[in-house]
């Protein structure tokens, strides 16, 4: 398990812009061994909900905002690498879309699960985020994909994800494409309402609910 020291730094080091120490976190952390996503899920991604938490109640103002941001690529793009290394075109197990629904630009999680993705020999395509319903189908066809996750990190962006089911069944394509959907406000009551094939809480969940879908290991 993560170290409670270094859970708190890495909320610090975005909120004080720290990039050097953010950078020094990332490469101390994996040197020793620590998993690439743990430092994600339990570090930097809370860290910077936090930061915007704090812009959002005015204690932080746009430049700090962004300079986290900016901060938070940096070490997204850091773990990615390490997360994507290594991958054998021949080892790939199912072709994936992941997208971030329409009016939705949430972003770092996205990236994280495409990563992981990978990692378990999966081919991914990241559409993108704010993509809309017939873009991701369209997407989806041209790729050959085997599932379709999305991603939804806003209430009101939430009934994309049913779009989809909608659009899919209208189109006749409901069988040709497994669908997986994710974000904060989603639940598993909500993807079962909706028609999704499952529910994802997370990107190593997402991971397994894919394999199942597939029939892999």
Known sequence: MIDKSIIEETAEVLIKANKDRAIEIVKNYLSDGGSPLELMEEGFIPGIN????LFGRGRLFLPELIQAAEI???VTDMVNETLSGGIN???EKGTVLIATVQGDVHDIGKCIVVSLMQANGFKVHDAGRDVATQQIIETAIEIDADII???ALLTTTMPRQKDLEVVLKSEGLKDRFKTVVGGAPVTPRW????GADAYAKNAQDGVEKIKELLSVE
């Open 89 to 91: 075109a021949k080892q």
């Open 72 to 74: 938070m690529k940096v």
């Open 50 to 53: 936090a930061t915007g938490d």
């Open 191 to 194: 993807a079962a309402r909706i």
């Open 149 to 151: 996750g999305t991603s």
